[in-house]
């Protein structure tokens, strides 16, 4: 059958110059290996014939591990060695994992990373990626009986620097060359795209355990836009299975209090919300320590349960809309993705907010899988690489620290990547020799509200005025979402770059709640920004005026002097209030106080360009 | 290596500027917009043709088109990629777009230099702020937005004659600076409404 390729557009004229390119979905609970094979794309089963490997690796003494169905059969007896939902650590410090105390593992510090600590060894989050990995690799090897020439990963559409880069690093870990790295929605569209022909705007409604993402995409002549993306990453099948628990346990006045009866009514919750799926009714129940939990729930009650949630996903879809100004009367197609997707009513409410049944005929654990080998297999140049093109966006926007903590955006989310924007910044006080550049990654106006990035410093930049200096920030994004950035000082040429290889990234809780505050705050936002840049203000008017009085106090009287101290020695004590109103209105009364002074200065100023310009020209 | 210089197809229109038709030469990096898209320099637009011409222009020059062929390659892949980008960003965007049209003219924008506005402009702006600050529904919110959508809307028609009937590039910048101070507010509007919303 392989023969076959020999046939097809674009392809190695010779079968056994054919590369052996792979999809991969790395996932928090499990992951799939997918290829295309005689033109199409298909999920690849282990030799028991299945094709999901759980996202789980146990570690023994001795270097030995056991992975996937193995090592999830084991997390119960060995839950310390055995690890899963690895993906929530990716690029993550130990900060950034605040359920740490209610999770069995042994947490410790490492390089830019947090680390496991297992009788087989410290294992960093790539490791165990790695070994997941390496794991599918070795399936689609097999499956072929050649090696692999490269592999497409899939990474959820938040995923920020730090994690792109984990994910990255696992898989050159496992000895797979990174063709690229997709966005989930992204593969899943593509996915869908080529098996039913469609042209035209998309939404991916992608619904996961634990959560929500949602991408516009357009489709035209084989290329795949991103037009924007957005989503809620603490927002999931999880969560609905927790409503209906709570809900069943308030209607027979139970309590689940040990982590084994939250465990046991949580499956219980789990396994009626599937059985709703296709029944009316069914009755969740387990054993619990304070006696026999049984409720019989109705679909009816489901469907309350999950109306909030459904709700939330909903906002998001709008929020993505709006940013990518389009109305949802115009999105041609929804594509659903996510086990989470299966349940009628998500359907129903997708379908009735867009006006269109969502498109449902791939299996939602699936599709992103399917979608990354096609996009693999064009991309190692074996058919159909002229007919697709996927052009990707960054999800959070990316940015500079400027003076008063407040962030200058300099490449904007949902930007066409790759992509690469300059602007120019100045020093800020007289000589000044060296600038801080501080790069920031997410959407609110103020710095402590968004993810540290990299620090590099500009040093020798020759001592000039405040302002005349011009410092040149670049920033680049290639094809893989990665940044990098350089600065530059345009009259010296003194430089300096840095790749953002940040040591720990957002945690996906945190970006979900960085975009919702800059949502509901931003009024808020705005007034504290306001505030920083009256302060800033009153700075800069502060120094310039220090600096004239040093140069050219001598043209003022004693009397003008002392009432220009006098407004100066106001606002340095007003600029420290939070009444915004208060310090303009004295940075404004420094400003009329020192108007004749700058008449004077100015005239002074001219008639030494003038006598300037006289010696040189004798 | 395959030809990482895009050639285009010509856009078949009539052509504003003079001298050889776009597909006759080879792109540089330094062409200006319009000449790396072989759109006509001026104001007016098919969103469509462009569209259609970056997608095709990205099909050429994209990272991905040179995947395996190693890393000189990819580098100039990516110049060429995100210059393609860049233009597109600016030609899409009506305001950028007149903007530049004045850059080229020798009529630079100096937005933050030049912030001098007719009284009659300044005093509508005060009015739509003052309705702003005292809406407190999304309608009214909504209201707002439309009000300033149709001036908006009105603002870029008169910019197109000034553009591409009067070739007044100096009057021009002057519309383009007050527009930035309708898109600015017009941000506001937005983040008010999503502000709104629940």
């Known amino acids: 059958m392989a023969l076959l390729q020999i046939s097809e557009p674009g392809g190695a004229p010779d079968p056994h110059q054919r590369r052996i390119a792979v999809g991969i979905d790395l996932g928090t609970t499990h992951s799939l290996v997918a290829a295309v094979r005689n033109g199409v794309a298909e999920c690849l089963p282990d030799e028991s014939g299945r094709v999901i490997l759980p996202s789980a690796v146990r570690y023994l003494p001795d270097g030995r591990r056991t992975i996937g169905f193995d090592a999830l059969a084991e997390v119960a007896i060995d839950p310390v060695n055995t690890i899963v939902s690895v993906k929530r650590f990716m690029g993550r410090g130990l900060a950034d994992i605040g359920e740490r105390a209610t999770l069995p593992y042994d947490f410790v510090e490492g390089e830019g990373m947090l680390q496991l600590q297992t009788v087989g060894g410290a294992k960093s989050p790539v490791e165990v990626s790695a070994d997941i990995l390496a794991t599918l690799r070795f399936r689609a090897e097999d499956t072929f009986d050649d090696e692999l020439f490269g592999a497409v990963i899939t990474v959820p559409a938040y995923f920020d620097e730090a994690q792109r880069q984990a994910t990255k690093a696992a898989a050159q870990l496992a000895g797979i060359n990174v063709l690229r790295l997709i966005s989930e929605p992204t593969a899943a569209a593509i996915a869908y795209g080529l098996e039913n022909g469609s042209e035209g705007l998309y939404a991916v409604y992608d619904l996961g355990g634990g959560t929500f993402d949602i991408s516009l995409l357009r489709l035209t002549q084989g290329v795949f836009e991103v037009v924007a993306t957005g989503g809620d990453s603490a927002l999931g099948g999880d969560d609905l299975d927790a409503a209906l628990a709570e809900w069943a346990l308030v209607q027979v006045s139970l309590s689940a209090e040990s982590a084994q009866d939250k465990r046991a009514v949580l499956v219980a919750a789990r396994a009626a919300k599937e059985k709703l799926s296709g029944a009316d009714h069914a009755t969740l129940a387990c054993p619990l320590s304070g006696g026999e939990l049984s409720v019989k729930v109705h679909r009816e009650q489901l469907v309350a349960c999950a109306k909030p949630l459904v709700e939330r996903t909903l906002a998001a879809v709008r929020k993505v809309l709006r940013d990518a100004k389009v109305d949802r009367s115009e999105v041609n197609g929804v594509v659903m993705v996510g086990g989470s997707t299966r349940m009628p009513m998500v359907q129903a409410a997708v379908a009735e907010y867009f006006g269109k049944v969502p498109l449902t005929n791939l299996n939602p654990d699936e599709v992103v899988a399917l979608g990354a080998a096609i996009q693999a297999h064009a991309l190692a140049g074996n058919a159909g690489a002229d007919e697709l093109l996927l052009l990707d966006v960054i999800p959070l926007s990316l940015g500079l620290e400027t003076m008063g903590e407040l962030v200058e955006r300099i490449i904007p989310r949902n930007s066409t990547i790759p992509t690469a924007r300059a602007q120019e910044f100045t020093t800020f006080k007289d000589g000044q020799t060296a600038m801080s550049i501080h790069v920031l990654q997410g959407e609110r106006e103020v710095v402590k509200d968004c993810r540290s990035l990299a620090r590099f410093e500009l040093r020798g930049i020759p001592p000039m005025v405040a302002g005349a200096a011009k410092v040149r920030v670049s920033f680049a994004v290639d094809a893989d979402g990665l940044l990098s950035v350089s600065a530059r000082e345009q009259v010296s040429g003194v430089e300096a770059s840095i790749s953002v290889k940040p040591s720990f990234g957002l945690s996906d809780e945190q970006i979900a709640k960085m975009l919702t505050d800059s949502f509901n705050t931003a009024e808020q936002d705005m007034s504290e920004r306001g505030l920083r840049e009256s302060k800033v203000e009153a700075e800069r008017m502060l120094l310039a005026t220090r600096s004239a009085l040093a140069a050219d106090g001598d043209l003022l009287s004693e009397a003008d002097r002392e009432s220009i101290e006098a407004l100066l020695a106001a606002l340095d004590l007003g600029r420290e209030g939070s009444d915004r109103h208060a310090i303009d209105a004295a940075v404004e009364a420094l400003a009329n106080g020192t108007e004749a002074f700058a008449a004077e200065r100015m005239n002074r100023g001219i008639r030494q360009a003038l006598a300037g310009r006289r010696v040189e020209e004798v | ?198």
């Open chain 2, 1 to 198: 290596m395959r030809g990482v210089v895009p050639r285009l197809k010509s856009p078949g229109r009539a052509g504003a500027i003079a001298g050889p038709p776009p597909n006759s030469r080879a792109m540089k990096l330094d062409s200006d917009d319009f000449e790396l898209f072989g759109l006509p320099r001026r104001f007016e637009l098919d969103r469509g043709e462009l569209d259609s011409i970056w997608r095709a222009l990205q099909a050429q020059v994209h990272p991905d088109r040179f995947a395996s062929e190693g890393a000189a390659g990819q580098r100039i892949a990516m110049q060429w990629a995100v210059r393609v980008n860049e233009a597109y960003r600016r030609l899409k965007d009506e305001v950028q777009r007149a903007a530049y049209l004045c850059e080229l003219q020798d009529c630079p924008i100096q937005a933050e230099d030049n912030t001098t506005m007719p009284p009659a402009f300044l005093h509508q702006q005060m009015e739509w702020r003052e309705a702003l600050d005292e809406a407190d529904s999304g309608a009214q919110v909504e209201a707002i937005a439309r009000q300033v959508a149709a001036h908006r809307g009105a603002a870029l028609e008169q910019l197109r004659t000034t553009l591409d009937v009067a070739h007044d590039f100096a009057a021009a910048a002057q519309q383009v600076r007050a527009l930035m101070f309708v898109e600015r507010f017009a941000q506001q509007v937005d983040q008010q409404l999503e502000a709104l919303e629940p």
